[in-house]
Structure formats: C-alpha cells, structure tokens
C-alpha cells in the first residue's frame, strides 16, 4: 500500500512540472534546461525514495508476519498449558475422590467396630473384625489427633489380637497416645510393655528411645541416659541409635 501510493506521487509530479512548463507558453529556452534539469532531479529523487518505500513495505509485511507467527506460537503454547492443566484437575479430582473413599471406609469400619462391640461380649472373638482393619481404624484417630480415643482403640484392639504381626506396633501407639496427651509416667509404662511383651519386634528401638525422652522431659536424666545407651548398644546401626547419640550429647 505504502509503495503503490509513493509510485502514484512519482508519476503525478513530472506530469505537474510537464503541465507547468506548457503553461510557461513563450518562456526562454535557458528557463526549460533549468526546468528539465530539476525535473531530471525529481524524477532520480523520487525513484530512490519509492525503492526505500519498497524496502519499508517489505519489512512491515515481514514484522507482520513474524507477529502472526509469534502470536500463533502463543497460542499453541497456552493451549498446551490449559490441555496440562485439565490432566492436573482430573489427577486432583480422582485423588480427592479416593481419599474421601478411604475416609468412608475408615468410618465404615469404625461403625462395624462399635456395633460388634455393642452386640458382643468383650472377651467374645468371634465376631470381632478383621486384625487389621481393626488396627487401621484405630491408627486412624491417632492420625487425626484423637489420642484418647486412639489408646482405647489399641488396647480393643490388643484384647482381641494379643499376637499379631500388628500387636507391637499396637502397644507402641498405646503409648505414643500417652505421651502425646503430656502423661509421661504412663507413656514410659505402656513404651517398657513392648520391650518386655514384644521383645524381638521393630518397635523395641523406638520404644527404648521414647523411654529415655519421656524420662528427660520428667527431669530423670539417670534413666534417660540409660536407655540411650541401650539403644546405641543393642541396635546400634539403627536411625534410632543415631537419635539417641544426640539427645545423649544433650544430656551432658
């Protein structure tokens, strides 16, 4: 557009001098040499400026063309974000739906526990639920910060399954319940019950480590200390030896 304009200016003004020049009528021939010569002038002016206006016309139409195809680009770009972004909110949907499945078990089972208990005897095993969702409904309300409850629901839980491959890990929580609601004393008692009950299980570390924190926050660092010792001694490539090294360190 820019260069068809500058070539209709560079036709229309020799034909104005032409026009000019006819109107001179009777003029000197030294006046049309001169007129010719500015006219020659014009005509070389002008040629050069509609090539710098073809030039100018050709690098817009390339900017043009760069920005549709940046625009393009960005756009493919945003359209690939927002397809991310809808797998993200379904992963995030599906997951938010699977745990409000687990909570409805959970619950589920926490119901079935209380009505079984309701209908049966304390002692009475046979209608009792399954060890370990007992024990996951149970580990539920620890996990929900309900400590009490939690306690009373491994100790059920210990009633019934006395010697499960769960019944350290219960007695630990029993006392893990304890010490949460700051009962010290009786935290010490139900952690020395794994160690004495369940002494070849996985817990007995944790157990003898918590013995020694419980007592150090009651101030008996006698006992503290020795239980540290126990567990650098008896497990000592344990994460718990590593813990009981630096509350050791702490107590000197």
């Known amino acids: 557009m820019i260069a068809a304009f500058a070539r209709t200016r560079a036709l229309s003004l020799p034909l104005a001098l032409l026009a000019a020049g006819i109107a001179a009528g009777c003029a000197p021939s030294g006046y049309y040499r001169a007129t010719q010569d500015q006219l020659d002038s014009l005509l070389t002016t002008q040629s050069d400026l509609v090539r ?21 680009q960005t756009e493919s770009r945003l359209t690939q974000l927002s397809e991310r972004l809808d797998v993200v909110v379904g992963k995030l949907e599906e997951a938010q739906q699977r745990m409000l499945q687990l909570g409805l078990n959970v619950e589920s089972v926490k119901q079935r526990q209380q009505a079984q208990a ?9 209608i009792v639920l399954d060890p370990e969702e007992a024990y996951r409904a149970a580990y539920s309300d620890y996990s929900a910060g309900r400590y009490k409850l939690a306690g009373e629901a491994f100790r059920e839980y210990l009633r019934h399954y006395p010697d499960t491959e769960f019944s350290d890990n219960a007695q630990y929580w029993i006392g893990e319940s304890m010490y949460a609601q700051g009962e010290f004393p009786a935290a010490i008692i139900e952690y020395r019950a794994v160690v004495d009950r369940y002494p070849k299980g996985d817990k007995v570390p944790a157990s003898l ?44």
């Open 52 to 72: 710098r206006v073809d030039r100018l016309d050709k690098k817009l139409d390339e900017t043009r063309g760069g920005v549709s195809a940046s625009r393009a």
């Open 118 to 126: 309701q209908a049966t005897s304390p002692r009475d095993t046979s």
């Open 209 to 252: 480590l918590k013995i020694g924190i419980a007592n150090s926050r009651l101030g008996v660092k006698s006992e503290a200390r020795k239980s540290f010792q126990q567990v650098i001694q008896k497990y000592p490539k344990s994460p718990e030896a590593a813990l009981a090294k630096e509350r050791l360190a702490q107590l000197r």
